[in-house]
Structure formats: structure tokens, C-alpha cells
């Protein structure tokens, strides 16, 4: 690994753990997910106060974190990759457009990010995306080494879009390992996989992934849910969490990121961190 991608991930893996509050849903998600979104600078301020390790943002959104203190400044994660949220199937990537990737890992560069993120979508009933994907991913991994910007995937096993309202995590274990083994033979620097029905299988996509795993949310749960289920997973080796919609629907998110911190840095556990939420409120 390059001297330059691995700094750039030191800085989001402060002491090993990261949370990193994804913002970035305006790329490719329905109206629902930008709830809570509306006031874009509000929502950077609150959380930057709370003090996540990382912010995933996309290249617009990135000016927020600009003109803040580097004591205080969580480090950027950038989405370089959209979706259609106005085609039937949803999740069509617009990237077979692209004739190189220098372009996004230039502006990433620019906006000062540590990692740039894409997503390597499994979706039964669109099988076209996941070659969409693997022909992103080829062009991204070659621009990230060139320029020693670190790599973010996302495998995402994801159910047909009727089931369950759309865009929603499997959860089988099998379809998860084989997809990070994918992902990670591909060449991600860090991982961002989808949680395990049974958290106690979690461990196999932390072997299979070969570098540092994250959590991502996938869906809205009640806080005592989440913080419970993240707990267990962090014991099967996870280094931390990717969670938006968990955090920034909430209805005090800055709190919400206070306990998982507590959970990620400093190793509470699901309950303690409950308490911590509580004791807030
Ligand atoms: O990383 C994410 C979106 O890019 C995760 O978002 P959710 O937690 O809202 O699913």
C-alpha cells in the first residue's frame, strides 16, 4: 500500500475504530431517505460537534466540512458513484459513461477526502448493475493507487425491489461473505459490508474482507436495536460502522453519534452505551 493511502486512512482510523455518518444519500435514494436532510449545513454542524471520526459526503456537499478547525474537522469520506432515483429501477448506475476515473479521485483530492467510496450492488432482479459495478470498480482502483487515494466498497447483497419496499440488506451470511470476498479481491482498501441476520457470523465477512470492516445501516430501527446489534457486531471483529438514516433521522443525532463513539473508541458495551444516550436526555 502507498505511504500516501495509508496516512489518508489513519485519518479516519484514529485509534483503530471509525464511525463514519453517512450524508450522502442524495444521490441515488428516494425523498424518504433525505428526511432529516434538509438543512444540509445544520446537520454538518451538529455532528461535527459530536465528534464522528468521518463524514461520508459527496463532492457537493463537501464545502461544509471546508473552514473548520483541523482539531475538529471528522475526516471526508466521498461517494463518487450515483444512482437514478428518478428510474423505475432504482439503483441503474449512470457510470458505463465514463471513459476514466481520474476525474472523481482528482476532485477527491481537492476536497481534501480520506477515501473515496463505491458501491459493488448484488441485486437479484438487475443483474446488469453488478457488471456496471465491476467495471467501475476496475477503472477507480486504478486511479485510486495512482493517485494513493484509499478505497472504499460496498458490497451490497440487496433483496428484489419488491420485497420489503425496496433497497433492503438480505442478511444471509453465505451471499454477504461471497460478495466482501469479491469486493476484496478486487482490491478495497476498507470495507463496507452489510450486516449478518446472525451477528455471530459477522466474523467470516471480517475474514474474508482481509482489510478494515465497517458496518453499514440499510435501514431505520429503533436506537436500543441498533446500538445492541452494533455491540455484537464489533465483538466479531468489526472496526466500526458506516450508519446514516440511524443517526440523522434520530431525533438528536449528536447523542446518537456520542454513544457509538463510546461503543467503537472506547469499547462500552450496547447497554452502557443506551446509558449514555439516556443520560443526555
Ligand atoms: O452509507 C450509507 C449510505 O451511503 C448508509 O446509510 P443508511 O445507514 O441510511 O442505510
Redesign the pocket.
Known amino acids: 500500500m502507498r505511504i500516501s493511502t495509508k496516512a489518508r486512512m489513519n485519518r479516519m482510523f484514529t485509534n483503530g475504530g471509525c464511525l463514519d455518518v ?1 450524508i ?2 442524495g444521490v441515488c435514494n428516494e425523498p424518504s ?1 433525505l428526511k432529516g436532510l434538509e438543512n444540509m449545513e445544520a446537520v454538518v454542524d451538529s455532528l461535527v460537534q459530536a465528534g464522528p471520526d468521518a463524514v ?1 459526503m459527496t463532492y457537493g456537499q463537501a464545502d461544509l466540512l471546508q473552514n473548520r478547525p483541523e482539531k475538529d474537522k471528522p475526516a471526508l469520506v466521498m ?1 463518487i458513484d450515483m444512482g437514478n432515483p428518478y428510474n423505475d429501477q432504482r439503483h441503474r448506475y449512470m457510470w458505463s459513461h465514463l471513459q476514466n476515473a481520474d476525474e472523481p479521485i482528482i476532485g477527491a483530492l481537492e476536497m481534501d477526502a480520506a477515501c473515496v467510496v463505491v458501491n459493488l450492488f448484488m441485486l437479484p432482479d438487475e443483474p446488469e448493475l453488478f457488471s456496471q459495478c465491476v467495471q467501475n470498480i476496475s477503472k477507480v482502483r486504478a486511479a485510486c493507487h495512482k493517485y494513493g487515494m484509499p478505497l472504499m466498497i ?1 458490497p451490497l447483497v440487496m433483496l428484489p425491489n419488491d420485497v420489503r419496499g425496496g433497497y433492503q440488506v438480505d442478511g444471509d451470511a453465505e451471499k454477504i461473505v461471497t460478495l466482501t470476498r469479491l469486493a476484496m479481491e478486487m482490491g478495497a482498501d476498507i470495507i ?1 459490508a452489510d450486516p449478518t441476520d446472525d451477528p455471530e457470523d459477522f466474523h467470516r465477512v471480517v475474514e474474508a474482507a482481509r482489510c478494515p470492516v465497517l458496518v ?4 431505520k430501527e429503533d436506537l436500543k436495536t441498533v446500538l445492541k446489534k452494533t455491540s455484537a457486531l464489533l465483538q466479531q471483529g468489526a472496526k466500526g460502522a ?5 443517526i440523522y433521522q434520530h431525533d438528536n443525532p449528536s447523542q446518537v453519534v456520542k454513544a457509538l463513539i463510546a461503543m467503537i473508541h472506547d469499547g462500552v458495551s450496547g447497554e452502557e452505551a443506551w446509558e449514555i444516550y439516556q443520560s443526555a436526555q
Open positions: 453517512a450522502d444519500h431517505f461520508q461517494r460496498e463496507k453499514r445501516g440499510g435501514g458506516v450508519y446514516g438514516r440511524n
